[in-house]
Nanobody, 124 residues
Framework: QVQLVESGGGLVQPGGSLRLSCTAS????????VGWFRQAPGKEREGVSC????????DYADSVKGRFTISRDNAKNTVYLQINSLKPEDTAVYYC?????????????????WGQGTQVTVSS
C-alpha cells in the first residue's frame, strides 16, 4: 500500500523552528520528486517547497525563501522540511506529495500521492 506520512508538526512560538518529515511506505522515493504544501483555514493549498528525485534541484515559494530548507535522505525513504524563523502566517496544515517525476514543481496537480498532513501552529 502506497502511503506518505508527515510528522514533526506542533505548536511553536514565533521565531521558533520545526523539522517536518515525510516518510514513504510501500514504495521507494528514490525516483520521485517530492513537494511540500500547506493549507490554512479558508485558503487554497499553497506549494512551499519541492525537491527533485536526485535532490540536486529545489524550489521555494517566495514567502518562505531563506527560512525553509528541503532535503531528502533516500536511505531513510524520507524528505525533510526544516522551518526556521516561524511566523504566525505560517500556521497551516502541511502536506507532502510525490509522483514519479524527475523534476519537481510547486503545483498540486503535479503530484499523485499525498499524505494526511501535519498541523503547524505558530502562536505566542
Amino acid at each position: 500500500q502506497v502511503q506518505l506520512v508527515e510528522s514533526g508538526g506542533g505548536l511553536v512560538q514565533p521565531g521558533g523552528s520545526l523539522r517536518l518529515s515525510c516518510t514513504a511506505s510501500g514504495f521507494t522515493l528514490d525516483d520521485n520528486a517530492v513537494g511540500w504544501f500547506r493549507q490554512a483555514p479558508g485558503k487554497e493549498r499553497e506549494g512551499v517547497s519541492c525537491i527533485s528525485s536526485s535532490g540536486t534541484s529545489t524550489d521555494y515559494a517566495d514567502s518562505v525563501k531563506g527560512r525553509f530548507t528541503i532535503s531528502r535522505d533516500n536511505a531513510k525513504n524520507t524528505v525533510y522540511l526544516q522551518i526556521n524563523s516561524l511566523k504566525p502566517e505560517d500556521t497551516a496544515v502541511y502536506y507532502c506529495a510525490t509522483n514519479r517525476y524527475l523534476f519537481c514543481r510547486l503545483w498540486p496537480e503535479w503530484y499523485a500521492y499525498w499524505g494526511q498532513g501535519t498541523q503547524v501552529t505558530v502562536s505566542s
